[in-house]
């Protein structure tokens, strides 16, 4: 099921006439009117239910702003909304204690995030590298059965292959479970792994432009991870 979002942002800039800033006004020619920047005008975006929505641009081009829009329309309208970075863990306890109902039920969600060996069940996650600390917040998305999981600065501090390897199982994950994706990124590397079914870029000041995949689930089916992001995740590992 489709729904189409209105998103329409605009902020009011004003300046306080402190006897300095009159000073610097007048010493440069500095207009202190008061302005209004718009940064979304009645900008529509039609999204369906499950859908992978990926928004990229430059830094300061407005990609948070209409993530946060976007989430809290979604929310409004009776959608539960997790997000991705703010999944709370406890950095005390082995993650097999801190999800699932009993045991089996924790394996089985730590292995639909990727997270499979069992050494790394009864580690905390402070003993994690930063792409397993990921997964085991995507687990933990999956366990509370969120309709939307939204991720801002998506991968951003992880290394280029982790965020492609990630990126990948993450659309699976969420393909499986029904759940719609949007994230937000300046990087563009992603979008193979990620296979969106709608790519928004949004730049400084810039039209906005969006892209529509329409086979985008059928394509990320066909993509498989190489043998060199394997080996070199396997290095790191080591």
Not at 170 to 198: E, N, W
Request: hydrophobic share 45%; no cysteine; proline share 2%.
């Amino acid at each position: 099921m489709s729904e189409t979002y209105l998103i329409d942002t605009r902020f009011q800039t004003r300046v306080a006439r402190s006897p300095r800033v009159l000073e610097i006004a007048e010493a440069f020619g500095i207009g202190l009117e008061d302005k209004e920047f718009v940064v979304f005008d009645k900008l529509e975006l039609e999204i369906k239910r499950g859908s992978i929505v990926y928004i990229t641009g430059q830094s300061g081009g407005g990609k948070s702003v209409l993530l946060r829009e976007l989430a809290q329309q979604m929310g409004d309208r009776g959608q539960t909304v997790v997000n991705l970075d703010r999944v709370t863990v406890d950095p005390d306890k082995p993650l097999i204690d801190q999800i699932g109902k009993d045991t089996n039920h924790a394996i089985q969600l730590l292995g639909s995030a990727g997270i499979s060996d069992a050494y790394l069940y009864v580690r905390r996650p402070g003993e994690l590298s930063d792409g397993q600390r990921y997964r085991f917040r995507l687990a933990k998305a999956i366990e509370s059965g969120a309709d939307v999981w939204v991720a801002d600065e998506f991968l951003a501090i992880l290394d280029r292959t982790t965020a492609k390897v990630i990126a990948f199982s993450l659309q699976k994950v969420a393909r499986r479970a029904g759940a719609t994706v949007m994230v937000a990124t300046t990087h563009t590397d992603m979008v193979a792994d990620l296979a969106p079914d709608l790519v928004v870029e949004k730049r400084f000041r810039e039209k906005l432009r969006t892209e529509v995949f329409a086979d985008a689930a059928n394509d990320a089916a066909m993509r498989t991870v190489t043998r060199d992001e394997i080996n070199d995740l396997l290095l790191k590992a080591a």
